[in-house]
């Protein structure tokens, strides 16, 4: 069974930056894709932002010019530098990976920005 672990989250002021981690239990070298997604509460899960296993990425708007996400598959890892970040930023910050017909899910980690 493939697992994602996240970590990196925690509580950080208004301005300042975090790098979320996710790490895989296998070779994330024949993941499709691979992102990050939040949720706050009542709301719908969200795409942050997305990485193909050719390099290509997707931004949700709100975090274009203040997020990046990369993947080193050296590592089995996958990393969202969140730069710049704002009070509405707080959430919870889940991985994603499509692998075959799995769509597979890490446990989430908390980010809080204060203001």
């Known amino acids: 069974q493939v697992q994602l672990v996240e970590s990196g989250g925690g509580l950080v002021q208004s301005g300042g930056s975090l790098r979320l981690s996710c790490a895989a239990s296998?070779?994330?070298?024949?993941?499709?894709?691979m992102g990050w997604y939040r949720q706050a509460p009542g709301k719908q899960r969200e795409l942050v932002a997305s990485?193909?296993?050719?390099?290509?990425?997707d931004y949700a708007d709100s975090v274009k010019g203040r997020f990046t996400i990369s993947r080193d598959n050296a590592k089995d890892t996958v990393f969202l530098q969140m730069n710049s970040l704002k009070p509405e930023d707080t959430t919870v910050y889940y991985c994603n990976a499509k692998f075959q017909i799995l769509n597979l899910w890490g446990q989430g980690t908390q980010v809080t920005v204060s203001s």
């Open positions: 296998r070779s994330i070298s024949g993941f499709r894709v």
């Open positions: 990485i193909t296993n050719g390099g290509t990425t």
